[in-house]
């Protein structure tokens, strides 16, 4: 079975630190991943996509980068506001045979805190 | 922009009570999905629709119903609401995998209590 780790698991830091958040999963047939945000009480926001061609994404101060080979994605905020704190998610999309659809394995999220 | 829609934002049920939780998207998405949300567990898939006319089994479909009644819409239907099913509901839509990035897109969320 799919498994995706996110670590770690809660983040407290000063603003304007520059942070990395960690994702693994278990099985290399995931050909796409994706990064979400989630606000408490809110439902999840997507951050940045990337396929299972490329090998990062870059959208404003985010940057995720995926390595398949070694079954790890990282989120990189640059320069942490307050406005940044919320848990992050991530979800691999693996390649399931038999079904078009493709399963998304969710991770449980970091819980990030950015404090002024 | 309304992308996801999901109505009731909030219910609170009697066990067994039954309700429909309704969701809709606006983006022309082929496939959708009703995931819940439990402290601890994360994200769990219930059921999906990979297009219109087709649903299938997710990981806890155990209890749930589902309708896709159009390309826009699918519904997740609780028959006779137990205290276990409490929990945050979330649908999502994206397009297929095969046909497009796969990006899925959530609604709010539907925060369910039964008592």
């Known amino acids: 079975k799919q498994e995706v780790t996110q670590i770690p698991a809660a983040l407290s830091v000063p603003e304007g630190e520059n942070l990395v958040l960690n994702c693994s999963f278990t099985?290399?047939?995931?050909?796409?991943l994706q990064w979400f945000r989630q606000d408490p009480g809110k439902g999840l926001t997507s951050l940045l996509l990337?396929?299972?061609?490329?090998r990062e994404q870059t959208s404003g101060r985010l940057n995720a980068s995926l390595d398949k080979s070694s079954g790890r994605s990282t989120l990189y905020i640059a320069a942490s506001q307050p406005g940044d704190s919320a848990t992050y998610l991530c979800?691999?999309?693996?390649?399931?045979?038999?079904?078009?659809?493709?399963?998304?394995?969710f991770g449980r999220g970091t819980q990030l805190t950015v404090w002024p | 922009n309304a992308g996801v829609t999901q109505t009731p934002k909030f219910q609170v049920l009697k066990t067994g009570q039954s309700m429909t939780l309704q969701c809709a998207q606006d983006?022309?998405?082929?496939?959708m999905y009703w995931y819940r949300q439990d402290p601890g567990m994360g994200l769990r898939l219930i059921y999906y629709?990979?297009?219109?006319?087709?649903?299938d089994k997710g990981e806890v479909p155990n209890g749930y119903n589902v309708s896709r009644l159009n390309k826009r819409e699918f519904s997740l239907r609780l028959e006779s609401a137990a205290p276990s099913q409490t929990s945050v509901y979330f649908c999502?839509?994206?397009?297929?995998?095969?046909?497009?990035?796969?990006?899925?897109?959530f609604g709010e969320g539907s925060r369910l209590t039964v008592l």
């Open positions: 979800a691999g999309r693996r390649d399931d045979r038999g079904s078009t659809l493709g399963r998304l394995y």
């Open positions: 990337i396929q299972s061609s490329q």
């Open positions: 983006m022309n998405h082929n496939s």
């Open positions: 099985d290399s047939a995931i050909y796409n």
């Open positions: 629709s990979a297009s219109e006319g087709t649903t």
């Open positions: 999502a839509s994206s397009l297929r995998p095969t046909q497009g990035s796969g990006e899925l897109f």
